[in-house]
């Protein structure tokens, strides 16, 4: 396993990353089971590890915590505040209030006394960013968190929250985590320049789109996926169109689909780290097989053919929107302001 450094902190991680969503209720209840899957990771040279708090309501956290047992000096720890933990409004969003509660909690669970890098999982209109990087900064100052990312930010707010900790004299943040995969590039547009400029590490989630990379959804066919009945992304028929242009590049390749996904999100320059999700020990094994695949510019040249740089094929279900999408009052002057005369 190579080694990339983590933006500008020194601190060195292998390109997959592995990440703990389907750990618990949501995934993989079993809990000697995701240990293994955990071990076997590790084992395989990956010392990159990013859960978060609401995966599985602080289960994923906990399974992780009990994975680590002896070996946490050997990986990068990554965690993540922000979606709800309760029906309290208050406990969520990226206030002072709630990140100096939901560290605690997190560490807790986590079973370790400091996290290596603390990220806010989506922005907080209702937050002003300084009020975040300020609370953020005095957990860097007290020895509980190393360092600070964010996650699914516009490139307009990585640029304010750098000038805010500037101005401010505040700790920055440290790395940004969006989507990024063959069929979502948008990211390739703007943040991944803007990353790039500040210097910042990027570990991108969602490399096969949510399993639409896998080869086990596909136009026209059955699928055993789970949760395919439940995203609407799944049955897009321009996606499914690209994976099945898709599919027969990575025959011709002599590769299966997850490892041309794979290599291609690891190939940017901008990309430090690209984030995996196996719920099974089988999802994980294939997944390390393909560890070595470099892409050469040719195939990279018929993908981007297949899909243009910069653009998005559809959108995720679970993509952030700014408020200006979610609320059509942000997009519409009063009526009676809206003629010319």
Same mark, same amino acid.
């Given at each position: 396993?190579?080694? !990339?450094?983590?933006?500008?902190?020194? @601190?060195?991680? +292998?390109?997959?990353?592995?990440?703990?969503?389907?750990?618990?209720?949501?995934?993989?209840?079993?809990?000697?089971?995701? @240990?293994?899957?955990?071990?076997?990771?590790?084992?395989?040279?990956?010392?990159?590890?990013?859960?978060?708090?609401?995966?599985?309501? #602080?289960?994923?956290?906990?399974?992780?915590?009990?994975?680590?047992?002896?070996?946490?000096?050997?990986?990068? =720890?990554?965690?993540?505040?922000?979606?709800?933990?309760?029906? /309290?409004?208050? $406990?969520?969003?990226?206030?002072?209030?709630?990140?100096?509660?939901?560290?605690?909690?997190? &560490? $807790?669970?986590?079973?370790?006394?400091?996290?290596?890098?603390?990220?806010?999982?989506? %922005? /907080?209109?209702?937050?002003?960013?300084?009020?975040?990087?300020?609370? &953020?900064?005095?957990?860097?100052? +007290?020895?509980?968190?190393?360092?600070?990312? +964010?996650?699914?930010? %516009?490139?307009?707010? @990585?640029?304010?929250?750098?000038?805010?900790?500037?101005?401010?004299?505040?700790? !920055?943040?440290?790395?940004?985590?969006?989507?990024?995969?063959?069929?979502?590039?948008?990211?390739?547009?703007?943040?991944?320049?803007?990353?790039?400029?500040?210097?910042?590490?990027?570990?991108?989630?969602?490399?096969?789109?949510?399993?639409?990379?896998?080869?086990?959804?596909?136009? #026209?066919?059955?699928?055993? =996926?789970?949760?395919?009945?439940?995203?609407?992304?799944?049955?897009?028929?321009?996606? =499914?169109?690209?994976?099945?242009? =898709?599919?027969?590049?990575?025959?011709?390749?002599? &590769?299966?689909?997850?490892?041309?996904?794979?290599?291609?999100?690891?190939?940017?320059? #901008?990309?430090?780290?690209?984030?995996?999700?196996? $719920?099974?020990?089988?999802?994980?094994?294939?997944?390390?097989?393909?560890?070595?695949?470099?892409?050469?510019?040719? @195939?990279?040249?018929?993908?981007?053919?297949?899909?243009?740089?910069?653009?998005?094929?559809?959108?995720?279900?679970?993509?952030?929107?700014?408020?200006?999408?979610?609320?059509?009052? &942000?997009?519409? !002057?009063?009526?009676?302001? $809206?003629?010319?005369?």
């Amino acid at each position: 396993m190579q080694y !990339r450094t983590l933006g500008r902190t020194g @601190i060195k991680v +292998s390109p997959y990353a592995l990440g703990a969503m389907m750990f618990g209720a949501i995934g993989n209840p079993d809990h000697d089971d995701s @240990i293994r899957i955990i071990h076997k990771a590790l084992d395989a040279g990956i010392n990159f590890v990013d859960t978060a708090d609401a995966y599985a309501h #602080g289960e994923s956290e906990q399974i992780v915590g009990k994975a680590l047992k002896g070996r946490r000096d050997d990986i990068v =720890l990554a965690t993540k505040l922000h979606l709800p933990m309760g029906d /309290d409004p208050n $406990r969520r969003g990226n206030s002072r209030r709630w990140i100096m509660t939901a560290v605690e909690n997190s &560490l $807790r669970r986590l079973q370790t006394d400091h996290i290596d890098l603390y990220q806010i999982h989506r %922005p /907080d209109p209702d937050t002003d960013i300084e009020e975040t990087l300020s609370a &953020l900064s005095d957990l860097i100052h +007290s020895g509980k968190v190393r360092a600070i990312g +964010s996650s699914t930010m %516009p490139a307009s707010d @990585i640029v304010e929250a750098q000038w805010v900790a500037e101005r401010r004299g505040l700790e !920055r943040f440290r790395t940004e985590q969006p989507t990024y995969s063959i069929l979502n590039r948008g990211i390739e547009t703007e943040v991944l320049p803007v990353t790039q400029r500040y210097g910042m590490g990027t570990m991108v989630w969602s490399p096969l789109a949510q399993g639409m990379l896998t080869g086990r959804i596909r136009k #026209g066919r059955p699928t055993d =996926l789970r949760r395919a009945a439940y995203f609407k992304h799944l049955s897009d028929e321009r996606r =499914l169109d690209a994976v099945e242009q =898709l599919i027969p590049l990575a025959d011709k390749a002599g &590769l299966p689909l997850t490892h041309l996904a794979m290599a291609f999100a690891i190939a940017h320059p #901008g990309v430090t780290s690209a984030i995996i999700g196996p $719920r099974t020990m089988e999802q994980l094994d294939d997944l390390l097989a393909g560890v070595d695949v470099t892409l050469t510019d040719e @195939i990279l040249d018929q993908i981007d053919e297949i899909v243009p740089p910069g653009t998005d094929v559809g959108t995720l279900d679970m993509a952030y929107l700014p408020p200006a999408l979610q609320h059509s009052r &942000l997009r519409r !002057r009063p009526v009676n302001e $809206r003629a010319a005369a």
